[in-house]
């Protein structure tokens, strides 16, 4: 069992974007210093509460600044990008990182991203697929034509990435018949922020698929929220009190606000709120011990290989953030796979 940081870098409008970045820097030297597995980051796009829209450049200075942890992105919008450039990027990153770069694709989180670039969300699904072949063409360092439908390309090369033939592909989804074609076609899986019933299809289809692969191991991951203190019961007061005082930094209008930062009026509500988040499975919170029992049972449910911890819920302060990621590496991490051996997962 592996473990990693998924951060989707979804912060609060009082922290100006450097001071985002500077703090995101240090955790990714800490989580690197934990031996921690992975570091992944999603994309997005238009979101003023968000602040990944250029994952690459995020990753160039992460590589820089780390020796082991492996590096990657859940997911590439395949769909907004041109993929020869975006496979060329790829390549110096993984050259830049010395082979630690592992990339995620999907088809989007948001539809509204395509067609705020003039991109019918119709057709995302085809330039999906046109898009993966085009990388995967590029990859092999020889030059190429591609007289496609979606693309159409002449006197092409790209310089191969340091791993051979490519870094390590994933899925981010959860669609169960995408699930299948991923594992059909030699990727990895990433799901998350769902109960674990409503993925458990998804992770059958994938495992399905891959029993028609002949391609190199992959791995399946869980996405999760997560928040570590010293006490279930200091775990709770502390989120508490953050969704209290996020609630009063966000906008009134629904229209205004995220799904998932919404703005809440009074303690009551932001019990409420931490309730719907535990009970929709979204979080995973309290002491080390509650921790790794609820990602230990998720192991088992969905035979997993990866847990991945967005320890940034509710603008957590820097401080607090640490706190999880060095009770994941120290405390957490040691009883999952102590409680996995002994059940023999």
């Known amino acids: 069992m592996q473990f990693g940081v998924f951060d989707i870098f979804q912060v609060t409008p009082d922290v100006p974007a450097e001071r985002v970045y500077a703090e995101r820097l240090r955790d990714a030297e800490l989580i690197d210093r934990l031996d921690l597995d992975y570091y992944f980051v999603a994309e997005r796009h238009f979101l003023p509460l968000y602040r990944t829209p250029a994952p690459n450049v995020w990753l160039g200075a992460v590589a820089a600044r780390t020796r082991r942890v492996r590096l990657g992105v859940l997911a590439y919008t395949l769909p907004l990008h041109n993929p020869v450039l975006l496979a060329e990027q790829i390549s110096v990153l993984d050259h830049l990182s010395r082979g630690r770069l592992e990339v995620g694709v999907g088809l989007g989180h948001?539809?509204?991203?395509?067609?705020?670039?003039?991109?019918?969300?119709?057709?995302?699904?085809?330039?999906?697929?046109?898009?993966?072949?085009?990388?995967?063409?590029?990859?092999?360092?020889?030059?190429?034509?591609?007289?496609?439908?979606?693309?159409?390309?002449?006197?092409?090369?790209?310089?191969?990435?340091?791993?051979?033939?490519?870094?390590?592909l994933w899925y981010a989804g959860t669609d169960p018949e995408a699930a299948r074609w991923a594992g059909r076609s030699g990727l990895s899986l990433?799901?998350?922020?769902?109960?674990?019933?409503?993925?458990?299809?998804?992770?059958?289809?994938?495992?399905?698929?891959?029993?028609?692969?002949?391609?190199?191991?992959?791995?399946?991951?869980?996405?999760?929220?997560?928040?570590?203190?010293?006490?279930?019961?200091?775990?709770?007061?502390?989120?508490?009190?953050?969704?209290?005082?996020?609630?009063?930094?966000?906008?009134?209008?629904?229209?205004?606000?995220?799904?998932?930062?919404?703005?809440?009026?009074?303690?009551?509500?932001?019990?409420?709120?931490?309730?719907?988040?535990?009970?929709?499975?979204?979080?995973?919170?309290?002491?080390?011990?509650?921790?790794?029992?609820?990602?230990?049972?998720?192991?088992?449910?969905l035979r997993l290989d990866v847990f991945l911890a967005n320890p940034y819920l509710s603008g957590v302060e820097p401080k607090r953030v640490e706190r999880t990621l060095r009770l994941l590496a120290t405390a957490v991490r040691p009883r999952v796979r102590e409680a996995l051996s002994a059940t023999g997962t």
């Open 110 to 168: 948001r539809p509204q991203e395509l067609a705020s670039l003039g991109i019918d969300p119709a057709r995302r699904q085809a330039l999906f697929l046109e898009a993966l072949v085009l990388m995967r063409r590029a990859w092999q360092g020889e030059s190429f034509d591609h007289p496609g439908i979606a693309f159409r390309f002449r006197e092409l090369y790209v310089e191969p990435p340091y791993q051979r033939p490519h870094p390590p």
């Open 190 to 301: 990433a799901v998350g922020f769902r109960p674990l019933s409503q993925l458990q299809a998804t992770c059958d289809a994938w495992r399905a698929g891959q029993a028609e692969s002949s391609s190199s191991p992959v791995r399946l991951a869980l996405m999760r929220s997560l928040y570590v203190a010293e006490s279930d019961a200091q775990a709770r007061r502390e989120m508490v009190a953050d969704l209290r005082r996020l609630g009063q930094l966000l906008p009134v209008s629904p229209a205004e606000a995220t799904s998932s930062l919404q703005p809440l009026r009074s303690t009551s509500e932001a019990e409420q709120a931490l309730d719907r988040l535990l009970a929709n499975e979204a979080l995973i919170a309290g002491s080390p011990e509650t921790c790794a029992e609820a990602i230990a049972q998720a192991a088992r449910t």
